[in-house]
């Protein structure tokens, strides 16, 4: 005989392991290992192991004493447990199966080799005996008589076919059966007294016996013996039947004869005698069979006092109890004697009489069908009312009890209380139902995953994926993941199926079944799911979320890029401010040389385009002084239409979209005119090549609290929406997050400067507005600006402010850049003023606090070190309220012209100045004094 071959079966790898190591230095060979039941089953019928090593508790449906079990029914495998408990409930379940032992954990090598060798050999006398009984079968069926087995409390153990098809079964159905499953209860009573006799004399018993199987009298001799043990006690009955019905009747016909002849020779005494003896007999038997119904009485009522179900009787002819036994009090509150004659009114609620009465109904129509049992039953669960007016549910066994003549005249009844299980399976519905709803009605999507798909997924899961939940259930829900995130999402999976710890949530971007591209967030946890590992999820629609970080990303991007610009544009402007200064100073020395002369201008014309450049950086990062009035935004875009007309080439079609009459905003009609220009500049750029159609439109949109959380830099209420839309290249993502940057552009060298639309973008944060983007390569580009509408207001008109008569004053002029106060001082003194230049802001106030009535004007920086100029005009302003201050500043984030002028300073002038301006801003101010 080659190595013995074992299946363990355990969960936990560590013990496997160790189990292997032992049976492979004991020479048995392990051909292959399990963790569930459900696995040891099908590998036990695909390996075919000479012995299984089964853990009892294993995890799963199917522990491992159920696991043997079939494994044992199904191949006769011998399995030997595995236990680290000797638990006594698991020891008595161990001792009651198929097993052939058990080894506690831990266990000793020699201990494991004893066991599972005497689970072999077990396996081997079982074999041996099967054998036999198969050979003690095979001569039990060849022999003519009927033969059966039996305990010594009369339950059948065995029979062959011969005396089985008596009763319509097989041999094998009969064991566990008795006399009463076949026999009238006088005739099995009788045999039970029989068998008694029998076992309790030890000695064997003939006995000759008349009864009817499938509609045939039949005599049969019987041959009852005892069977002993090996030290002789009884420990059965063995039976053998001959059929005698023929030699029967002979006899029977010849006792005729006989009693005939005997009746002509003795005539009238003879008849007298026998009919002494009949009479005998007939008192005898029916004495005989009043005990035995009397005993039987006695035992059925004995039976029927126990029983925690309630057995009763109903007549069919009223429908009222005529038998109902004790138990009837636990069960409805009722003593037995109250339920007889009980109206079933008291009894049933309407819908219970209902189906009482259609039951029966039923039944008593199916009288005349043909195959049907006469002592068929009906089980069926119905509502009771209790003498305490509670409702009891209660389950009805049910069968006819019939009169003399076969026909249906009672019922016979068995009540079992089951308002207990009723009540469980009501909370279980309700329950289910309730976690049916959260799950269903939840905001959030879930679904629970195993083998690569959606086994379950709810409503939300559907929306956002855009399949069903049978498409869910056959699609991989890998193939829903975005091809770039696919890889990380389904190592998350992994990792969370194999139950490790992972952080709570995770996002990624899924693809739905329309194409379209959503961001999700998921969390979850793993799960066992009909017995399998699997992961309950839990999914978010984010996408709208991920749109508004984006959005807010770049808002908060261009605001620090134009805090940058800014802070640039004040170094560029003080700069500038010397070299245009210091120019116009340089070619008023230099009257006679025109070539010099020629120099010095494209000087300061360089100059003032470094001056434009600035201006634009700060529109751009919204530090550029503008005076707000109110514009029609109509007008406004209609003149642009007309000078845009003139300069786009006839290959673009302009075509405009004006949905409102007018439209009124509070802002600067030349920055909203830049906005116009620019926009549509560049859409002609995009068509430039290939042509196409430019569309300009105007209307009115009201943003509510939901379409304004699309803009974060927006408030809901009215706004007038500007659109320009071409049909061009259009941009990819990377191009549509940088277009608002200075600097940036996509177009040749000498083609721009890139400002265009961080200029635009800066004019639309200082109205208060917003701009978005929407652009695809080859579907074109739309740009949105949204400015807050103004209703029920006119156009401003813009007064031009008298300038007053040029006079000389005594001006202190105030900048920490010592060549600004040198350049300014000599510019004002060359404009015949009276100049005090000074670089500390606290010292100019001191000096001015000494003497405020020796200056006629104060101009000063915005920006400087200890105390700022508005903080030095308010004390100025404070000692001598009527002096006239200017404002000079490079940018301002804090104090704009409207605020300045509350303060009391007169104007702001922004840098670089040139020396006419900052004349006429002096001469006004003294004006206004």
Known sequence: MGRVRVLIVDDDPVVVESIRMTLEDLDYEVVATATSGAEAVHKTGELGPDLVLMDIGLPG???????????????????VYLTATAEEDLVERAKISCAQGYVLKPFRADGLHTVLQMALHRRV?????????????????????????????????????????????????????????????????????????????????????????????????????????????????????????????????????????????????????????????????????????????????????????????????????????????????????????????????????????????????????????????????????????????????????????????????????????????EALRASEEKYRLVVENTIDGVFIAQDGVMKFANPVVSAITGYGPEELAR?????????????????????????????????????????????????????????????????????????????????QKMEAIGTLAGGIAHDFNNILQIILGYTELARQETFEDDSLQAILREVINAGKRGRDLAGKILTFSRHADQEAKNVELVSIVREALQFLRASLPTTIQ????????????????????????????????????????????????????????????????????????DTGHGMDSSTRNRIFEPFFTTKGQGEGTGMGLSVVHGIVKAHGGAIRVESEVGEGTTFLVLLPELEGVATSSVEEQPTGEVRPARVLFVDDEKSLVKLHGQMLRRLGHEVTALTNSQEALESFRQTPQDFDLVITDMTMPGLTGTD???????????????????????????????????????????????EKAIQQALAGS
């Not at 491992?64 to 399995?79: C, L, N, Q, S, Y």
């Not at 990624?508 to 999820?537: C, D, H, N």
Request: aromatic residues 6%; hydrophobic residues 35%.
């Open 872 to 918: 030095m005009a308010k004390e100025m302003l404070r000692i001598r309220p009527e002096i006239p201050i200017l404002l000079c500043t490079g940018f301002s984030e804090s104090v704009d012209l409207e605020k300045a002028r509350e303060i009391g300073i007169r104007d702001m002038l922004m840098k670089p100045t040139m020396k006419g301006e900052l």
């Open 61 to 79: 449906s199917l522990d491992g004493i159920e696991a043997a079990t079939r494994i044992h029914d199904e191949w006769k495998t011998p399995v």
């Open 475 to 555: 699609v991989p829900f890998s193939q829903i993941m975005h091809p770039e995130d696919r890889e990380r999402a389904m190592d998350v999976h992994r990792k969370r199926l194999a139950g490790e710890e992972l952080a709570a949530a995770y996002t990624f971007r899924v693809i739905a079944k329309g194409g379209e591209q959503k961001w999700v967030e998921v969390g979850g946890t793993s799960i066992t799911w009909e017995g399998r590992p699997a992961t309950l999820s839990f999914v978010r629609d984010i996408t709208e979320r991920k749109n508004l970080e984006s959005q807010l990303r770049e808002t």
């Open 125 to 425: 006398m079982e074999q041996q005996l099967e054998e036999s009984e198969s050979r003690y079968r095979t001569l039990l069926e060849a022999l003519p008589q009927r033969i059966f087995y039996k305990t010594c409390d009369s339950v059948y153990i065995s029979c062959n076919e011969r005396y089985a098809r008596d009763f319509d079964i097989t041999a094998h159905e009969i064991a566990g059966k008795t006399d009463e499953d076949f026999f009238p209860p006088e005739m099995a009573q009788a045999y039970r007294v029989c068998d008694e006799q029998v076992l309790a004399s030890g000695e064997t018993n003939t006995i000759e016996e008349k009864y009817t199987i499938r509609g045939e009298d039949l005599w049969v001799q019987t041959v009852k013996t005892p069977v002993r043990d090996e030290e002789g006690n009884v420990r059965g009955l063995l039976g053998m039947s001959w059929d005698i019905s023929l030699r029967k009747r002979a006899e029977e016909e010849l006792e005729r004869y006989r009693d005939d002849l005997e009746e002509r020779v003795r005539e009238k005494t003879a008849e007298l005698q026998r009919t002494n003896r009949r009479l005998e007999q007939e008192i005898a038997e029916r004495k005989r069979a009043e005990l035995e119904l009397r005993e039987r009485e006695k035992q059925y009522r004995l039976v029927a006092d126990q029983v925690s179900d309630n057995i009763w009787i109903l007549r069919l002819s009223d429908l009222k109890m005529e038998y109902s036994s004790p138990s009837v009090e636990k069960i409805l509150g009722y003593r037995p004697e109250e339920m007889l004659n009980l109206p079933t009114e008291r009894l049933l609620p309407p819908e219970s009489r209902e189906l009482i009465s259609r039951i029966i109904e039923e039944e008593v129509l199916n009288e005349g069908e043909s195959g049907l049992e006469p002592d068929r039953a009906r089980v069926f669960e119905l509502e009771q009312i209790r003498k305490d007016g509670q409702r009891a549910w209660t389950e009805i066994t049910a069968s006819f009890l019939r009169d003399e003549e076969g026909k249906p005249d009672r019922v016979l009844g068995v009540t079992r209380d089951v308002t207990e299980r009723k009540r469980a399976e």
């Open 654 to 725: 302009l075509r405009e979209d004006l949905r409102v009459e007018s439209g009124m905003v509070s802002g600067d009609p030349t920055g909203i005119y830049q906005i116009l220009i620019n926009l549509c500049t560049n859409a002609g750029h995009a068509m430039i090549e290939h042509g196409g159609e430019l569309v300009v439109g105007l209307s009115q949109q009201d943003l509510d609290a939901d379409a304004a959380a699309l803009f974060p830099e927006l408030k809901p209420g009215a706004y007038l929406t500007l659109t320009v839309s």
